[in-house]
């Protein structure tokens, strides 16, 4: 069975740093491109960004450019997101999913809650 | 950027009847990259059309998409309890992978 478990949200004050995790298992890992897409309080989802396979490629949303950086683990079967300078408007239920350019986003993790406030 | 926009914003309709959501890209979507997804509140999204008219696996017959270009439907033949929940047409056939701002499919 195909899952994704993300983990590393909380609570954190403007301009402030945090990493979320997601952890796959039931598929090759390695093989896949995987993403961040958010949702924030009432609001619809959000792509964040992209890593490919191998992270030889990679995108970004413009809200998001120079503050967030994606990376993945082959090895540990993981994917990661760190947020630095956050902003309020970052809060959001943040989901890994697996899809690619021309896959579209066929699994989803429960997501993880980010909550920028002071 | 391809703006997906998604109408109506609510749909309410009774449990077996047809719904209808619409899903209107600002420019063409290379080669029908074009999917749908369930939503329901503390669950993870869920795939249920790709390329515009392929179910993805294990949805059921009673939802269908069509369309092409820049007009896009998904129809849910006849509403069972369990379809009410917000649903969202997303592109991803050129990034960034854009989502509608979704139409959200109540109760009557």
């Known amino acids: 069975e195909v899952q994704l478990v993300e983990s590393g949200g909380g609570l954190v004050q403007p301009g402030g740093s945090l990493r979320l995790s997601c952890a796959a298992s039931g598929f090759t890992f390695s093989y896949y491109s995987v993403n961040w897409v958010r949702q924030a309080p009432g609001k619809g989802l959000e792509w964040v960004s992209s890593i490919s396979s191998s992270s030889s490629t990679i995108y970004y949303a413009d809200s998001v450019k120079g503050r967030f950086t994606i990376s993945r683990d082959n090895a540990k079967n993981s994917l990661y997101l760190q947020m630095n300078s956050l902003r309020a408007g970052d809060t959001a239920l943040y989901y890994c999913?697996?899809?690619?350019?021309?896959?579209?986003?066929?699994?989803w993790g429960q997501g993880t809650l980010v909550t920028v406030s002071s | 950027e391809i703006v997906l926009t998604q109408s109506p914003g609510t749909l309410s309709l009774s449990p077996g009847e047809r719904a209808t959501l619409s899903c209107r890209a600002s420019?063409?979507?290379?080669?029908?990259?074009l999917a749908w997804y369930q939503h329901k509140p503390g669950q993870a999204p869920r795939l249920l059309i790709y390329?515009?008219?392929s179910r993805a696996t294990g949805i059921p017959d009673r939802f269908s998409g069509s369309g092409s270009g820049t007009d896009f439907t998904l129809t849910i033949s006849r509403l069972e309890p369990e379809d009410f929940a917000v649903y969202y047409c997303q592109q991803y056939g050129s990034s960034p992978y854009t989502f509608g701002q979704g139409t959200k499919l109540e109760i009557k």
């Open positions: 420019q063409s979507v290379s080669s029908s990259y």
């Open positions: 999913a697996r899809g690619d350019l021309y896959s579209p986003f066929d699994y």
């Open positions: 390329g515009a008219s």
